[in-house]
C-alpha cells in the first residue's frame, strides 16, 4: 500500500510539475509580448513606423523593455506576425532588434552585404508582407559601411564584386553631390549608403507588382532609413505616400 501511496505521489508530484511549468510558459510579461495577429492587422504602416522610431528612442536611453526570450519563444511558436520587414546589411555591428528594441517574432530580417537587392530577397518581401501580414518594409544602410568602400573603390573578389556591383550606379552620382572621389571620406562613404538604400526602396516598387500594389493600397508602408554604428541612432528618409496612416 505504502509503496502504491509513493507512487502516486510520484505521478501526481511530476504532473503538478508539468503543470505548473507550462502554466509559467504561457505566462507572459506585463511588458515585451510578442505580437499578435489581430494587432498586426490593426496596425498601419504609419503605426508600424512609429514603433520602430520609439523602439529606436529607447534604445538611445537606455530605456529598453523588460523582455522573457524564452517566453516569447514559446508563445511565437505556435504562430508569427511580425508588423515590419527589415532589409539590412550584414554587418555585425548593426542589428535591428536590439537598436529597434524589438523582441522575438516582431520583426522579419533580411541581412546582405550593402542591402542590396535580389529576386531571393523581393520574394522574402512578398512572402512577409502578403502572406504574413506584415505592414512595414525598411531599407536600411548604416554608416562606415565595408560594402560601400568595396563598391566606391571598384573592388573585386569573387561573388561578392556582384553584390558590389549592385550598389555602383549611386557611386558617381554621390561623388559629383559631394565633391570628392576619396573613398576614404567618411561623408562620401556614408552619402553613398543612403542614396543606395533610397535607389533599393524605388528598385522595390519597381520589380515587384506584387509590392508595388500593397504599396499603392496603402496597406503596406516604404522607407529608407540609416543606422549610426557610432550613436545607434536611426535617421528615416520617408515620403508621405509611401507611409500611409
Avoid at 13 to 19: D, K, P, Q
Avoid at 172 to 191: H, R, V, W, Y
Wanted: aromatic share 6%; proline share 3%.
Amino acid at each position: 500500500m505504502q509503496h502504491l501511496i509513493k507512487i502516486l505521489a510520484l505521478i501526481l508530484g511530476f504532473t503538478c510539475t508539468f503543470t505548473g511549468f507550462a502554466s509559467s510558459a504561457t505566462e507572459m510579461p506585463i511588458l515585451g509580448k510578442t505580437i499578435t495577429q489581430e494587432k498586426q492587422q490593426k496596425m498601419t504602416p504609419k503605426e508600424a513606423l512609429h514603433r520602430l522610431k520609439e523602439g529606436n528612442q529607447r534604445f538611445l536611453s537606455h530605456t529598453q523593455i523588460s523582455r522573457d526570450y524564452l517566453k516569447q519563444a514559446y508563445q511565437s511558436s505556435y504562430g508569427q506576425y511580425p508588423f515590419a520587414v527589415i532589409l539590412n546589411c550584414m554587418d555585425s555591428r548593426s542589428v535591428p532588434e536590439f537598436f529597434f528594441d524589438q523582441g522575438l517574432a516582431d520583426l522579419f530580417t533580411l541581412r546582405v552585404a550593402g542591402n542590396v537587392l535580389n529576386d531571393d530577397i523581393l520574394g522574402s518581401m512578398e512572402f512577409a508582407t502578403k502572406v504574413v501580414g506584415s505592414r512595414l518594409i525598411v531599407v536600411l544602410a548604416h554608416t562606415s559601411c565595408g560594402a560601400v568602400v568595396g563598391a566606391c573603390e571598384g573592388a573585386q573578389l569573387g561573388h561578392l564584386t556582384d553584390v558590389l556591383d549592385k550598389i555602383k550606379p549611386v557611386v558617381q552620382t554621390s561623388m559629383e553631390e559631394q565633391g570628392t572621389k576619396n573613398c576614404a571620406d567618411p561623408k562620401l562613404i556614408d552619402a553613398i549608403a543612403k542614396a543606395n538604400a533610397l535607389r533599393v526602396v524605388k528598385e522595390i516598387q519597381e520589380r515587384s507588382p506584387i509590392l508595388r500594389d500593397l504599396i499603392s493600397k496603402k496597406q503596406v508602408g516604404i522607407v529608407a532609413g540609416v543606422h549610426d554604428i557610432k550613436t545607434g541612432k536611426v535617421q528615416f528618409f520617408e515620403e508621405k505616400r509611401s507611409v500611409p496612416n
